[in-house]
């Protein structure tokens, strides 16, 4: 590539006004995308101010604003951490089982319809979570309470609807799988191949194979596409918003029906009814969100980059 | 990779030498013959009238590999059987979300299509009737805005990243940004929206453009991202070629480069569209919802099958039947949209892109 521009810079030619719009144009495009990015930060800081420092009788919820946003934090900490422990391991095994178990022919196929999951949408995914999956789970969950009532986690008492913070955790592992999927396929593949093959000759069944050669390659892409993962399970609004059945407390129950709220479906279940500083508050809430959101993608793309630096793929 | 685990069959008459080198092993048709027996079991449970629970027996029945196995073959091999048969389950158990969506939207919202209900809007309408045109209008619009705002800012940055400023240090960051910019949470892309419209008209606000500029933030990073791959693949010679017969750099790229580029950013932005059309969260927060038609992008709420099928599901009313029924119907239309722009996408990039490239 620099070899097309070098001569560019030597050239005594005058540069043509065409060159200097397109050049321009393009510029302004890049530079619009960091405006937009540095846009979203500054104008939720602006409208989220009002509402941080509101007092507790001019909004809705009646507490002041860290009162109000902890358990929500909290809440949207413990749905997607539970999505990912569910996701997570799966997402490894599907994406070996496309990389390296299934016949190569199918490999392609199934990996779009995995794919495929990734394409449904969000409002879908709770129209499919409330009236079939939460349903589906309670016989589940009275059974959790009676067999293992004695583990915090599972106290109960079992909520009758399923619309628990279990259910919407599912929903989202659903949703993320297909994310972390990808990308740890991708990563799978590009082992080296000498690698492997090193292994098998070595009489390492293809299992060993996996653990000698695979995983010691792929861990740091393993860890940023969870990352990835978690950013995308940590934003996701309207599945959690539709499945929940939120009442904004702070408990590690997840089977009964007082479930904690996440901010996403906190800000679209509730912004529509919202007025005056109570809106402010809302999008104060989304400003933390969002600083979270960035922080978790920011981590997971320089891990991201660094492995492509350092690693022996390029 | 298979070809190089399996060594041929113990013949029966083979030297006992030869046998001690090579171990026990479970015989050949085992493992087929057990994994056929599951995956029949489970499918008769997933379809036949038994019950879910030949599922569990099914997986048992493939269970049974990986114990045998111990007993002949030994721990190493028992293990990596025992991991097969685990990721294989992974596999399956992935694939039950996707196939009972689909079953669940497609056998109760195919009820619900008819004309009516593509060509009536929810005016004046209580209980049943009525339809989905205001919606199917109002995503049609919105998407279109979005895209006709994202599609030249994101094919211009990757320009930008790919023939202007390739290796500066601005273009590693914007690359970067872009990238954390696709994690941007879809409701904090619709609260920006708002934000930035309370500043011109006021509290309160809801406009169809709204949408359309918090659709953009969410969609300007994946057509920035999947341009940039696509033009990333255009060979360098082209691009000298031109130069060499004296055609200026900006003709070169709107002459050879993105011809040469076209079917994968029409592929990739065609995705793009898909994964907006469907974006909830930003909607409600800035488009809201009304049971009339509005085509006017710049006055007041519009109605888009996601929020229409969100407060259809959640506020149905009384009766709550047929507004329910609409909800699976517009989330059955949703879903097809989606399906297709994907399945097109596919389609485009398969028998249009260079031939040896992918």
Redesign the interface.
Known sequence: ?????S??RRRTTPT?P??R???G??????L???A??A??AV??T??GIPGILASPDDVKHGTTFVDYVVPLVFGTLLAAVLALTMAV??AI??A???S???PRKLAAP?G???D??A??????????G???LAPALVPLYRWLEENLGFIPLFAGPASATGRTILTASIVLA?MV?PVI?AICREIFLQTPRLHEEAA?ALGA????M?RLAIFPYARSGIISASM?GL??A?????AVA?VLSASGVVTFNLISSTNPSTI?AN??LT??EA??LT?NA??AS?LV??VI??G???A??AI??RRKDFSGAN | ?TS??QTPRPESGASPIASSLRGRQLPRWAPRALVAAAVVLALVGVFGPLGSWLVLVGWCVAAVIPIWSLAVEGR??A??RL??L??????A???F??G??LA??ISRGAPVLSNEFFTYSMRNIVGEGGGIYHALMGTLLITAAAAAISI??????A?????????TR??A??R??????????????G??A???F??FFG??VRMGIGGAVALS?LM??VV?RSCEEMLKLVP?EL??AS?ALGV????T?VKVVLPTALAGIVTGVTLAI??V?????PL??IA?LTDSVNLNLFDGRMATL?VF??FS??VPGVPPGPS?DR??GA?LV??II??LL?LGA?LVSYFFSPKGER
């Open positions: 590539m620099t070899s097309t521009q001569p560019e043509r065409g060159d719009i397109f050049r144009t393009s510029l302004a495009a890049a619009l995308i960091l937009t990015l846009g979203v104008f939720l602006a409208e391991p799966l095994g599907v070996l089982f496309i390296h178990y299934a199934l779009y319809v995995i495929l999951l394409a449904v949408p969000s409002v879908v995914y709770g129209v499919w409330i009236s079939f659903v799988l999927t098998l069944t293809r299992w060993e996996a990835l950013g995308r940590l934003g996701e609004t309207m539709m996403a800000i679209a912004f529509n007025t005056g809106v809302l999008i989304g969100l969002f959101t960035f978790v993608n920011f997971a793309r991201v980059d | 990779m190089t685990l190493r091999k293990t990596d991991v097969t685990l990721v294989s389950t992974a596999f158990i992935t694939l979300p996707l009972s969506i669940t939207v030249p800012i994101g094919l211009f940055t320009i930008y990243l790919i023939e202007y400023g390739e290796g601005l273009a960051w914007i970067f940004l872009v990238d954390v910019m696709t994690g941007i949470p879809s409701i904090v892309a609260l920006f708002y934000a930035l309370v500043i509290p309160g933030v300007i990073p920035v360098n691009r000298e130069y200026p750099k900006w003709r790229i898909a994964r059309i469907g974006e909830t969260a409600l927060v809201g996601p099928t969100y599901i959640i329910i909800a699976w989330a949703l879903l989606v399906m994907n596919r």
